[in-house]
């Protein structure tokens, strides 16, 4: 199987712009989609990007994802960043019937 | 509305049993994809299992032999059976309806599953 690495930790200004980085160990990258789930403390996870870049109804524009051949990686972009999108985020793929989150990323609006 | 409701966690020693449940309301169990994810304390999210609309099942490879999934349509109802379980099963377990086989669309409030002697 295959590991999706994250960034721990990221930290960014109210208003400002973060990417979090999702690096698939093995396999392409583009093989298999990717999601991203946010979690806020206390709540389940909730879908912000879907296949790589779809956003579902109801998540704002702010949310962006990215899909890096070369790097093997899929990004999330959230711009304008506010206090309320302090969360855990994580990515998931997969590949033959098997599921992989990330590790997770908490993101600090600051 | 889509909604999914676990229960049947609680505090379990290791070796023991359990069974979880989900129930299901707002669509049918039988027409989707429907995956089990837990989250021990102060961790990232694992996968454990998915089934398949036609009842077929996959697992991690941390709970292959021990735990598995089924429905039951007429309930509407997803279910986890945990067998052997072990101190590193603790976990919050969530319910989650897939969609386009690849992608969770709805989660459930997660159930408490605590292993300890």
């Known amino acids: 199987n295959f590991l999706l690495t994250q960034p721990h930790s990221v930290s960014e200004s109210p208003g400002k712009t973060v990417t979090i980085s999702c690096t698939r160990s093995s396999g392409s990258i583009a093989s298999n989609s990717v999601q991203w789930y946010q979690q806020r403390p206390g709540s389940s996870p909730t879908t912000v990007i879907y296949?790589?870049?779809?956003?579902p109804s109801g998540v704002p524009d702010r949310f962006s994802g990215s899909i890096d051949s070369s790097s093997n990686s899929a990004s999330l972009s959230i711009s304008g960043l506010q206090t309320e999108d302090e969360a855990d985020y994580y990515c998931?793929?997969?590949?033959?019937?098997?599921?992989?989150f990330g590790g997770g990323t908490h993101l600090t609006v600051l | 509305e889509v909604q999914l409701v676990e229960s049947g966690g609680g505090l379990m020693q290791p070796g023991g049993s359990l069974r979880l449940s989900c129930a299901a309301s707002g669509f049918t169990v039988r027409t989707h994809y429907m995956s089990w994810v837990r989250q021990a304390p102060g961790k990232g999210l694992e996968w454990v299992s998915v089934i398949y609309t036609g009842g077929g099942s996959y697992y991690a490879d941390s709970v292959k032999g021990r735990l598995t999934i089924s429905k039951d349509t007429v309930k509407n109802t997803l279910y986890l059976q945990m067998n052997s379980l072990r101190v590193e099963d603790t976990a919050v377990y969530y319910c989650?309806?897939?969609?386009?086989?690849?992608?969770?669309?709805?989660w459930g409030q997660g159930t408490l599953v605590t292993v300890s002697s």
């Open positions: 296949e790589y870049f779809q956003r």
């Open positions: 998931q793929s997969y590949d033959s019937d098997s599921w992989v």
């Open positions: 989650a309806r897939v969609l386009g086989s690849v992608r969770i669309d709805y």
